[in-house]
Nanobody, 123 residues
């Protein structure tokens, strides 16, 4: 399994930006997909986006055009750049790895998770 550690969360005003990072260890990073999810209070964990091993990305509609996933294979790190943040983006953000077969948007498809980092967007 991959060990994952997120960082970079915090408090930001609406319209602001944050950059989250997820450092991976335990196996080869360059050949695996990396996902980002979030969980708001009282809600289920939801898919945010994915970075495929080749570098292509896919996002949920609510963050398209505002969030960008990038990866640094040399540093075994994936980043989530979040711009134009909204109060509804407030959540604990998690990175995920060890994807099994199935849609990347499904939580149970992913086998490894970080501890999460809190993002709070004030209005």
């Amino acid at each position: 399994q991959v060990q994952l550690v997120e960082s970079g969360g915090g408090l930001v005003q609406a319209g602001g930006s944050l950059r989250l990072s997820c450092a991976a260890s335990g196996r080869a990073f360059s050949g695996i997909a990396m996902g980002w999810f979030r969980q708001a209070p009282g809600k289920e964990r939801e898919f945010v986006g994915v970075s495929w091993s080749g570098g292509s990305t896919y996002y949920t509609d609510s963050v398209k055009g505002r969030f960008t996933i990038s990866r640094d294979n040399a540093k075994n790190t994936v980043h989530l750049q979040m711009n134009s943040l909204k109060p509804e983006d407030t959540a604990v953000y998690y990175c995920a790895a060890d994807r099994r077969s199935g849609p990347v948007t499904v939580v149970t498809v992913w086998g490894s998770w970080g501890q999460g980092t809190q993002v709070t967007v004030s209005s």
